[in-house]
């Protein structure tokens, strides 16, 4: 099929597309359309990880492209901030009006006082990647550290191995152990399951690490609870074993890695017998699965972004990307650290952003402490306005309380452009109406896989809703800036950053545009025997070698060696407090908050609920569906309880992606997130939240409560 035919007598045009949210997975797809409108919506058959279905998430995509709840228009606040009182206006006034309100700005105060605000409502290079970029490196407005996610991690991998390079998938058929550690793919990259299931029936071992019993847990050999955030230790007290056992891989390491010997020194702080009492993982369990991981091979290890949202995150990944090391699994087909397949492809910097042709970046902000920048955490002058796009930080960033107290402010000007009135949209001055990845055009690389995929628009954009890149043409117009790179098509922005990457990677080989769009899905080009990462035993570090040291970190000021500390969070904890560790990553049937407002998958996804385990319930008085109120030092919010097994004593869970202004309570669980910065790269720690929970009413209605812990693993075929 080519990206774009017409075939059969209803004249049915099926484009192929990307899958734009935030998943490993980037499925590949196929929207038909009829008299321009999109009548189906479905999986590529012949993607190599795609295989011919999409997660229970995006099949009813169609539903998020036309719900009535779509933005068609721009909007002006009439009302007070956050009241709701809209006047519909053109874009022709509102790209007006942000033009004057920006430039009153830039001459009161400079351009630093002007602050975009984006993330992952698309990961496309030129709708995210571009748009993050041009325009406020023009203007010299204030940059955004983008650290919510992953940069802990990625920091950490990057230190260690040098860079973010991963197995294929498919490679998972032939390890005979495989790690997953803090990562629930059932639910954040369903394509995994089905490949780790056939790795089984291989003869695979697959051990889950993970405090709460996930789907993906449910699925495993063998599932292992360790307290929140000791995953360090867990670690440390693993290679303490392969090393005192003589299980380690000394002549790999002697020729590989820096520091190894220095590494052992701090793990023989780690016995089994501590490691069990930070843990709560048995000395027994330490003990076997270190004895496992050293003689079963090829052995991988599977990470992913939720494990290291804590105060000791960036240690955490550290240590879990320097263990395929002591074993001597890098570079082994099976084997090895699969946490992200980003490097690969790295945009070109200077055709994304042409950086060099414009002012320095003035200062840059911590997007995690967005609610304190915007109450005056910030140095030089306060922000004044804040753009918001592919983002919604009053639902989705930690400490929402004090981001809302920002956007309150009179003297701030917000502008939001979204696909829906959201949670943040709500406290904006001007809404602008966007494009569905339906409408716009983008080129996709994964952070699962190996692939390339182009995106062909399908349809004409709705009501008036426009591209990011669109917007940032018409207010670069409106600013006066006549840059020929902030004039070009969507297709001559994307040329420019492909051949521009292409020049010094090789993976692109013979990728051109035109190829994507004939092609839609484009594999990487990796040269015969250079498939499997770092077979070759070179490692982009500074050493060349796998830096189970890492001088960088020791420049930074940080513990070269991997090493565990608790969270500040946790670390005056006595031993009789009865808060719980609250846990809030991925709900099953949103990405974030993205389709958090989707009828269909709200009814699916239950109402918003907290699992607790029965006997932290009974202490508390608690039964399953009673309305309870979860409170931090820094908010509260009031959740349905769940109780179950699926939680140990001591941690609850609650899923994040909830809209606040769909709840009773106008919250979520981001009022109790902690802002706090983790050990590295001003990584978030959502999952650093200490909260008191208690019930606030009986309620006989356990219906929707109960459905989310019997949600079938949703993303196998046929199901
Ligand atoms: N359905 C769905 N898919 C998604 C998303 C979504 O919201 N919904 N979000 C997307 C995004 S933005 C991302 S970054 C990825 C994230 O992908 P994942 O990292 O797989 O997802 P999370 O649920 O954030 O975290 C994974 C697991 O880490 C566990 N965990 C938390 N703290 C600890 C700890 O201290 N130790 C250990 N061992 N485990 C811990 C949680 O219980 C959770 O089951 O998923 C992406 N895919
Ligand atoms: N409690 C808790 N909170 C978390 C996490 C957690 O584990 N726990 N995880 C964090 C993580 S990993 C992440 S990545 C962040 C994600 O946080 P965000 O990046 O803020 O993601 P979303 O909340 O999904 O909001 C994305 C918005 O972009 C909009 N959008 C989609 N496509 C487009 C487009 O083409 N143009 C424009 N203009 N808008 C578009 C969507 O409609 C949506 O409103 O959330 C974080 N929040
Ligand atoms: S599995 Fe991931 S990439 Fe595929 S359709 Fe679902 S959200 Fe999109
Ligand atoms: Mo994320």
Not at 403 to 424: A, M
Request: hydrophobic content about 40%; proline content about 7%; overall charge negative.
């Amino acid at each position: 099929m080519a990206t774009a035919d017409t075939t059969g007598p209803e004249n049915i045009v099926r484009v192929r597309g990307a899958c734009p949210h935030d998943c490993p997975d980037c499925c590949a797809t196929v929207t038909e359309v009829r008299d321009g409108r999109a009548v189906a919506f479905y999986a590529d058959h012949d993607h190599p990880v795609t295989q011919g279905w999409l997660c229970a998430k995006v099949r009813p995509y169609l539903d998020r492209v036309y719900s009535p709840d779509r933005l068609e228009y721009p909007l002006r606040r009439v009302g007070p901030k956050g009241a709701g009182q809209w006047q519909r206006i053109s874009w022709d006034e509102a790209i007006g009006e942000i033009a004057v309100q920006w430039q009153r700005i830039i001459a009161e105060h400079g351009a630093a006082a002007i602050l975009p605000y984006s993330y992952s409502g698309t990961l496309g290079m030129l709708q995210l990647g571009v748009c993050n970029a041009r325009l406020w490196n023009r203007m010299g407005a204030s940059g955004l550290e983008r650290s919510i996610c992953g940069a802990a991690a990625e920091a950490a991998v990057r230190a260690t191995l040098g860079a973010r390079w991963s197995p294929d998938p498919a490679d998972l058929l032939a390890s005979k152990l495989i790690v997953i550690w803090g990562h629930n793919p059932a639910s954040t990259g369903p394509h995994l399951m089905p490949l780790l299931r056939d790795a089984q029936r291989n003869g695979a071992y697959v051990v889950v690490i993970d405090p709460r019993r996930t789907l993906t847990a449910r699925s495993a050999d063998e599932h292992i609870q360790p307290r929140p955030a000791t995953d360090t230790a867990l670690a440390l007290g693993l290679m303490h074993v392969l090393f005192r056992d003589g299980l380690h891989d000394e002549t790999w390491l002697a020729a590989h890695t820096t520091g190894w010997e220095d590494l052992r020194q701090r793990a023989e702080q780690y016995p089994p017998e501590r490691v069990a009492a930070i843990t709560g993982v048995p000395v027994a369990v330490i003990e076997s699965l270190a004895r496992r991981y050293g003689t079963t091979k090829p052995a991988l290890l599977k990470f992913a972004d939720g494990v290291q949202r804590h105060g000791n995150g960036g240690q955490t990944a550290r240590a879990l990307a320097c263990l395929p090391a002591i074993v001597g699994q890098i570079g082994v087909r099976g084997g090895g650290l699969a946490y992200s397949t980003s490097d690969y492809v790295r945009w070109d910097l200077e055709a994304l952003g042409h950086a060099s042709e414009c002012p320095p970046t003035p200062r840059i902000v911590n997007m995690n402490r967005i609610g304190a920048a915007l109450t005056g955490e910030v140095s030089g002058p306060p922000i004044q306005s804040l753009y918001v796009f592919c983002a919604n930080p009053v639902t989705s960033s930690p400490n929402a309380s004090l981001t809302v107290r920002g956007l309150l402010r009179d003297d701030l000007f917000t502008v939001v452009h979204d696909l829906f009135l959201t949670d943040t949209a709500r406290y904006a001055d001007i809404v602008l109406p966007a494009t569905s990845q339906l409408e716009q055009t983008d080129l996709h690389k994964a952070y699962g896989h190996r692939n390339l995929q182009y995106n062909t628009a399908a349809i004409a954009p709705l009501g008036e809703a426009k591209s990011n890149w669109e917007v940032m043409r018409l207010l670069a117009s409106a600013l006066g800036y006549d840059e020929p790179w902030l004039r070009q098509s969507a297709e001559e922005v994307i040329a420019e950053v492909l051949d521009a990457t292409r020049a010094t990677n090789p993976l692109l080989a013979g990728v051109t545009l035109e190829r994507l769009q004939r092609e839609g899905t484009v594999p990487l080009q990796f040269a015969p025997g250079q498939e499997v990462p770092f077979s070759d035993g070179r490692f982009p570090t500074p050493s060349g070698k796998v830096e189970l040291r890492s001088e960088a970190m020791a420049a930074a000021g940080l513990d070269p060696l991997p090493d565990y500390t608790p969270p500040a969070e946790f670390a005056d904890l006595r031993a009789d407090d009865e808060r719980l560790v609250l846990i809030s990553g991925a709900a099953h049937h949103y990405v974030s908050s993205s389709m958090g407002n989707q009828p269909g998958l709200r009814a699916k996804e239950g109402e918003p609920h907290i699992e607790i385990n029965p006997r932290d319930a009974a202490a508390r008085g608690i039964t399953h569906g009673d309305t309870v109120r979860v409170a931090s030092a820094r908010g509260a919010c009031q959740l349905r309880a769940v109780v179950t097994e699926s939680v140990p004593p001591g941690v609850a869970v609650a899923p994040k992606g909830q809209w606040g202004s769909l709840a009773p309570d106008g919250r979520n669980a981001n009022w109790t997130t902690s802002d706090a910065l983790a050990d590295l790269a001003g990584q978030s720690t959502f999952h650093s939240n200490l909260v008191d929970v208690r019930a606030v009413e009986n309620t006989s209605n356990t219906a929707n409560a109960t459905q989310q812990t019997e949600t079938p693993y949703a993303g196998v075929p046929g199901n």
